[in-house]
């Protein structure tokens, strides 16, 4: 839920199978730290569907998952295709929760979670748990999620495109001839399903409906229904539109639009807090869609789940580490619920188990106003070791004036421990706490991809 060459970029620190590079409006080359959702950001989703068993994940942000390049059963000819955009916005940054770069990318809208359904809803809060924990993350796209168009091959060994310039990366299929789709099996079921249907009857009559009534010229209407189109309903910005499609069929015997989908996004990232009630706040940034389009993930539904650390890969000068890890998606792993994604972060509830056992009273940090917040020595709250530690950081500048509201303070890691052990700031640590003079002032969002001991935060205001 941010500027081409400059010294620097930073990538957010989510983690997802796919992670996503994205350029910052900032004069320095970032990248997001949650590596759960995108492959070129810090983050990268999974590319697979989510079923009950474990996925390995690393950042969040822009991975597509399940991506599928046509109409055909489990995506053939386009299953293993799609990296979900190349990290947070545009390539400065790198988004490790989500593709799309948070500062770009719009505020949530009527087809996203409302802004109240974040934490404070206008309402002073004087303090939250911070937590440090690492999650895995997974969302279901609200409809079937396009990554890209491409040129498909009919029996014939012709190269079509059928649905250039009708559908593009970032829409929503909602629909095939008005038979409702959720998954990309779906898409591909329905869309074979009806054209076997017009193969089986010989005749045009099945596909007079979606031939536009206005047309008089009856050898109009048999040369457009001759074309046997599919009508397609799919969200564009919050939108709902519409497209006739003519599917190929290949030498498979299958038919393809040559669409490249996923209905699913999964990686890795850090809560921040919980308040009392289980209410959280996360990542510090919102989860892209995993394509070039820019925009945060429209999602369906969304949940959290325990995780598994398996392996650490350390920072470097021009290449951002990543943690790894195996995600159990199953009703014993699931320890929250997702209801709001945000330019400044996911939020949901925990479960109730989930919130007895994080529940401690040393956790209790009181909230500090961005007038608080100031230069010098802080610490961040990171499970990255197998187990909650704080590591020292140097805030070394604060712009609470910030454009980019994920950016409000500059930071560097002092610790020895962390610098060891990661090389610094690394993909699946968006979202991770920061504390300075006993009070929780932000999380740390990004990290530069030229120095991996530096990096941003978000003021903690700001995710409340």
């Known amino acids: 839920m941010r500027k081409f060459f400059g010294k620097f970029v930073s990538v957010t620190l989510a983690a997802v199978v796919i992670a996503m590079f994205a350029l910052s409006s900032d004069d320095k080359w970032c990248s997001r730290v949650d590596k759960a959702f995108d492959e070129s950001a810090l983050g990268s989703f999974l590319n697979e569907s989510k079923a009950g068993y474990g996925r390995y994940a690393t950042g969040l942000p822009g991975q597509a998952a399940s991506v599928l390049a046509d109409s ?67 969302e279901q796209t ?37 038979r409702t789709v959720a998954d990309k099996e779906e898409l591909s079921e329905a869309v074979n399903d009806i054209m076997k249907e017009y193969d089986e009857s010989g005749t045009v009559e099945s596909q007079k409906e979606i031939i536009n009534e206005n047309k008089s010229d009856s050898d109009e209407i048999k040369s457009e229904i001759n074309k046997r189109m599919v009508k397609i309903k799919f969200l564009r910005g919050g939108k709902e539109m519409s497209a006739d499609i003519t599917p190929v069929r290949m030498d498979d015997g299958r038919y393809y639009m040559g669409i490249w989908v996923k209905d699913d996004l999964a990686g ?54 990543e943690i790894g890890g195996v995600v159990y998606f ?60 704080k590591y020292n950081l140097e805030i070394t500048n604060i712009d609470k004036k910030a454009t980019d509201t994920n950016k409000g303070m500059e930071l560097k890691v002092t610790d020895d421990r962390l610098i060891e052990l990661s090389g610094g ?23 530069f991809v030229d120095d991996p001991t530096g990096g941003y935060g978000i003021c903690i205001d700001e995710m409340l």
């Open 142 to 178: 609200e409809g079937v999620l396009v990554v890209n168009t491409t040129e498909v091959t009919d029996e014939d060994g012709k190269k079509v495109n059928p649905a250039d310039k009708r559908v593009q990366c970032g829409d929503y299929i909602l629909s095939v001839n008005g």
């Open 72 to 138: 055909g059963e489990n995506g053939e000819n386009g299953e293993n295709g799609g990296n979900g955009g190349n990290g947070e916005n545009s390539g400065n940054e790198q988004d490790i929760g989500q593709t799309a770069d948070t500062a770009s990318t719009h505020r949530a809208t009527d087809r996203d979670y409302e802004e109240t359904d974040k934490i404070s809803d206008g309402i002073r809060v004087e303090g939250v748990y911070a937590c440090g924990r690492l999650t895995g993350i997974y």
């Open 425 to 447: 700031i690394v993909q699946g640590t968006s979202g991770s706490p920061i504390i300075q003079d006993g009070k929780i002032i932000g999380a740390v969002t990004h990290v």
């Open 268 to 321: 890795i990232g850090t809560i921040t807090y919980y308040t009392k009630d289980g209410r959280f706040g996360a990542l510090g940034h919102g989860i892209g869609d995993g394509t070039q389009s820019g925009n945060l993930l429209y999602a369906n539904s969304g949940d959290l789940y325990s995780m598994k650390l398996t392996k650490i890969k350390k920072g470097k000068s021009g290449a951002p580490g």
């Open 330 to 389: 199953g009703k014993k792993s699931h320890i929250g619920t997702l209801d709001c994604n945000s330019n400044l972060g996911i939020y949901g509830q925990l479960d109730s188990d989930e919130l007895s056992e994080y529940a401690a009273e040393d956790t209790y940090y009181p909230v500090a106003g961005k007038d608080e917040i100031h230069t010098g020595s802080a610490q961040m709250i990171s499970e990255i070791s197998g187990k909650l530690e």
